[in-house]
């Protein structure tokens, strides 16, 4: 029951927002008294934490299939940015721009884990693109790394509306790929460029 609340709730988070979902709301939608609910988690903020850490690991199984298909290190960044896209598409603000305005706290402990596994996640696909030709061999790795998700959580953290959000990520990745890109490596990224709309 526990796990079916979590992800019950982590839903309607993710598409009316953390602040508007109440624990009422949760227990009418899955048609259960609040006092079941309660059991579990003594608070709200105890379910959006728990929720977070399911969802962050949701995501990163989702990353981690994706490298698995073994694209090419631009086309795997763009499918990463499909998978994003597929997965907020229902909600209207920013998840994370929602927890950094209304739970700090939680914020402050998403960043954290996100970086840790961004800095993972962005430097095996950079070597990859070097190894494959696509980015340029004497690119400094880790100011790369740095920049891209600076931007990135930038974006997140001050955009308040998802579509713009996706908008943004996109001409993000764009700016970094382009940063590091050899002539082979803009070619694909012309290539994914026209093959992912905005």
Known sequence: MKEKIISKATELFLK???KSVT????????????????KYFCNKELLIKEGTIIFHEKIHQGISAIIAENHNAIAENFEIRK????????SDTSPIYQLKKHY??????VLS?????CNTVFKLNIE???EQGLYRKNINVENCIKFYYTLIFSINETTKLENEVFKLEIQALEYHTRAMATPEGIIELEKQLENHTI
């Open 83 to 90: 998978m994003f896209k597929e997965m907020f598409q229902s």
């Open 104 to 109: 700090p706290e939680i914020h402050e402990s």
């Open 128 to 130: 990859k693109g070097i």
């Open 16 to 18: 009316l927002g953390f």
């Open 113 to 117: 884990r996100e970086i840790a596994e």
């Open 23 to 38: 624990m009422d709301d949760i227990a009418c939608e899955m048609c259960i008294s609040k006092k079941t609910i309660y």
